[in-house]
Every structure is written in structure tokens, then in C-alpha cells.
């Protein structure tokens, strides 16, 4: 199954938009969208990465001997299983969803039984299970691929594309001055030092995966999905042999139009004018900071002057 079983999976470091293009990718009639963010990892990752993030939103580790429901279960997935199992407490409470966790287990049970057990199969049969299990999910029935977003992910990007050879992975990367101005308004917001080392390690590794796997890893800019989701994700589209379809103009949730992306992620007016006025919320001396941080990375997204642009909006 592995080998014919199409994913397109995003990544984004923290406040860059992933959220945002995952959700403009919504309402495509060729993909089925995962609902939430795609969280697969497991609390068996220990790796030099492993103290930097989550381990909830890498690419998963599985033990030699155990069964596909102690698999199923190892999957963190925690937005989505919150929704299933306790819906009150879910941030996405507001939105119906028919969807049953233990049925999905059950589904993804089957798919491993003929599969066998192996990262490749037990990831494209978490990503079947869901939609098999999503009783009101708007389908078309022209679906192609399954598409996930998870932060940070694409530092596992080359496991994704070594795994899965028919999958894709798209990184989405913002500048880093509305990407930390946006991470400040957490409860618990890290440190601008630690936010840029993050955010430098995840634009490391897609340009280094992007050199090793030119036609299956992807980059774009949130500012280019911001000024013409149509065009950017309409490029992206065809390049996976997909439709430029109507949908990718707008922000949706299971093919409902959204009037902003909160709460599936920070950014709630994705729009180039909205973009560079969260940047504008920090002090020179934060801006400077910045520039220090990820000078490296400036000229190589076209970011060097984007503090001194005035900008018209496409929208």
C-alpha cells in the first residue's frame, strides 16, 4: 500500500503559516485534507532533534514487537483525538464533526492486517482510517491524495519521501519578523533566541531536502499564499498533477468557507497588509535582533528588504 498511497505532507515552523496554506488546500475535490493538525509522532523519538521540539509533530518511531493497536495508539494525534474523545474541551468544538476514534482504530486495524506492520503502512493507514471514519467529511470522490500538516515535519522530510515514494512534502516558510511577533501573543511564548534557532534549523533542512528530493520537496513563501493562494497553491497543483482548482482562493474547514484561519492557527487575517503590520509590532531593537539571527536565509527567500516594502494587496 505504501508504495501507491499519494501524501502531500506540510510543514511549518511555528507561526509561518502552515496552518494558513493547509487551509487553503481544504475543499480541493482531488485531497482528502486532514481536519486538524496532523500530529503522527510518537514518544519513541530520541534523536538530536528531540529536545528542540515536540516529538508530537515529527515523523514517527514504532517498537520491533508491537501490535498495530498499541501502533494506532503510540500515534500522538492529540488535536485530533481531543475532538473525538473529549469534544467539550476541544478548541474546535464550534465545527460538527461525525467522527469516532475507536471506529478509526478499527479501520486502520484492517488496513495494517494486510499490509503488515511498517512506518510506510502504518502512516498511510492512519491517514485512510481518518477519512474512513469521518462519517460527514464533504467528499467528492475524485480524491487523489491525503494531505497532513504538522510543524516542524519537514525536518523529517527525507524519511517522509524514503517511506512513502509516491508522497510529497511542502514546506511553508514566512519571514522571521511576523513569524516571532505572532509566537509572542502565546501564553508561554519562547524566547527570541530560541524561536530563531528553530527557525533557522527548519530552513536549513528544507533547502537541504530540496537538493536531495528536487521533485517532491517543495518551498513556498506564506507571502505568496497570502498575496495569490490561487496562483502559488494552483503552481504546487499541477506540478502533483492535480487541478488548479477554484477552492484554493479561499480558506475553508471540511469545504466551509472560514472568514479567518483562528483557531487552526495564529494568523487570523491571512493578507499581505495584516502580514507586515504583525511585523511592525516589534521594537527596532527585536527587528535587529532578527536580521542578525537569520541573515543567512534573507537573500535565499527574498526577505532582505521586507521591512521597507509598501504592499497592495491582491485581495
Known sequence: MSGKFKLLMIGAMYENGGNTTHRFLDGHPQMFVYPFESQPGTRLINDNLSSMFPVKYRW????????PEQDYKAIIDEEGKVRARTPNVSKFRHEPMEFNDDERRDFY???????????ANNM????????????????????????????????????????LPDSHVLH??????????????????????????????????????????????????AEDVMADSFKTLGDLCEKLGLERAESLKTPSWNGKELTEVY??????????????????????????QIRQYTWQYLDNFDYKNFLNQKVLSAR
Open 60 to 67: 514517527p518511531e514504532f517498537t520491533l514487537d508491537a501490535t
Open 172 to 221: 511553508v516558510v514566512r519571514n522571521p519578523w511576523s513569524a516571532y511577533a505572532d509566537t509572542k501573543k502565546r501564553p508561554v511564548p519562547l524566547s527570541l533566541k530560541n524561536y530563531m534557532l528553530g527557525w533557522t534549523m527548519n530552513q536549513y533542512h528544507a533547502l537541504l531536502f530540496k537538493e536531495q528530493f528536487p521533485d517532491r520537496m517543495h518551498i513556498v513563501r
Open 263 to 288: 483557531p487552526w492557527g495564529t494568523i487570523r487575517k491571512a493578507n499581505p497588509e495584516a502580514n507586515l503590520a504583525t511585523a511592525n509590532e516589534l521594537s527596532q531593537d527585536e527587528k535587529d
Open 124 to 163: 498511510a493507514a492512519f491517514f485512510q482510517a481518518t477519512f474512513d471514519a469521518w462519517k460527514d467529511y464533504n467528499r467528492t470522490g475524485r480524491e487523489l491524495f491525503h494531505v497532513g500538516y504538522s510543524p516542524i515535519i519537514g525536518v523529517d522530510a527525507d524519511k517522509i519521501l524514503t517511506d
Open 109 to 119: 486495524v484492517k488496513y495494517v492486517a494486510k499490509t503488515g506492520r511498517s512506518r
